[in-house]
């Protein structure tokens, strides 16, 4: 019984340990609809009083979250602006559903530096 709690304690320890040196912060959820919300298709809308709102898409992908935008105010039936999708590990926010059509800014690449840190740049030349 001992001997098994030892080495409980030790897995734990180490996978700990192991996450710690990783150093990479995923971004939340939160996170993540802010970088949809500086779309450039997306300011231009709230700069032109459409009132974009994105409504989270449930993927099943826990590397992925995915957002539709809409603008609240358009003479247009649906007011879809686009959907999008943020990669959690790198900030990379793409507009297709196959994640080949990327969507970059510097106030992009700005925020997106802000919410992961330095630690994060380089997986973004890697993904």
Known sequence: MVVRGVLLCLVFGVVFVLG????VRRLTEDDAELLVMNVPEVTAAERAGRFPKAEKIDLGDS???????RSTRTSAASGMIGNFWVNLETGQVFSDIDKTQKVDSE????LRKKLLGSNNQGNLKEK
């Open 20 to 23: 710690c040196q990783k150093g």
């Open 63 to 69: 590397n992925y979250v995915a957002f539709q935008v």
């Open 107 to 110: 106030r992009l690449r700005s």
